[in-house]
T-cell receptor, first 113, second 114 residues
Framework: SQTIHQWPATLVQPVGSPLSLECTVE??????LYWYRQAAGRGLQLLFY??????ISSEVPQNLSASRPQDRQFILSSKKLLLSDSGFYLC????????????FGQGTRLTVV | DAKTTQPTSMDCAEGRAANLPCNHS???????VYWYRQIHSQGPQYIIH???NNETNEMASLIITEDRKSSTLILPHATLRDTAVYYC???????????????FGKGTLLTVNP
């Protein structure tokens, strides 16, 4: 069966510090991968998605970047965090194909102080 | 992808059916209706999807109107654990390009009361 791992579960970082959130998927190959953010009291916002190694599409210009160094690994990064980067970050994957539901990780709650 | 409109919140008594509406009046012929839910502080969970026929699985039923401009998600016997934000999403069932992405609106907060 397929599983998605996302860590850490919670993170408190000072303003100006770097960020690296990692997500890995097991039990499948060539998944589509996604990073979402949910600010407090807000809906889910798609940040990045990837359809293959090294292929990253950005939905919203911002202080963040994403990379996919391996088929089942997706990394969200920032060189210098802002207060506005606080939120609940979710990684998700879906199969390639026309009828594909997305499976989400448990999320990382990031607080920038 | 077509835009969806959902009520901000709804209440339901435990054990009763919860009927969550969604309007998608600009839906096109190749777009599917997907439903997800998000329990507080967890990642969203897929519930069901459909094109034009009504669908049922172990979690819920999906009723799509004949003109496909609206749909209703039905939880037949709501429990307290069904309290969550429910998202209705319309997306193209096409394996090319940006159609892989899911776009979530604000959803409906369903509160199941004892």
């Amino acid at each position: 069966s397929q599983t998605i791992h996302q860590w850490p579960a919670t993170l408190v970082q000072p303003v100006g510090s770097p960020l690296s959130l990692e997500c890995t998927v097991e039990g499948t190959s060539n998944p589509n991968l996604y990073w979402y953010r949910q600010a407090a009291g807000r809906g889910l916002q798609l940040l990045f998605y990837s359809v293959g190694i090294g292929q990253i599409s950005s939905e919203v210009p911002q202080n963040l970047s994403a990379s996919r160094p391996q088929d089942r690994q997706f990394i969200l990064s920032s060189k210098k965090l802002l207060l506005s980067d606080s939120g609940f970050y979710l990684c998700a994957w879906s199969k390639t194909g026309i009828h594909t539901e997305a499976f989400f990780g448990q999320g990382t709650r990031l607080t920038v102080v | 992808d077509a835009k969806t409109t959902q009520p901000t919140s709804m209440d339901c008594a435990e054990g009763r059916a919860a009927n969550l509406p969604c309007n998608h009046s600009t839906i096109s012929g190749n777009e599917y209706v997907y439903w997800y839910r998000q329990i507080h502080s967890q990642g969203p969970q897929y519930i069901i999807h459909g094109l034009k026929n009504n669908e049922t699985n172990e979690m819920a039923s999906l009723i799509i109107t004949e003109d496909r401009k609206s749909s209703t998600l039905i939880l037949p016997h709501a429990t307290l654990r069904d309290t969550a934000v429910y998202y209705c999403i319309v997306r193209v069932a096409n394996s090319g390009g940006s159609n892989y992405k899911l776009t979530f609106g604000k959803g409906t907060l369903l509160t199941v009361n004892p």
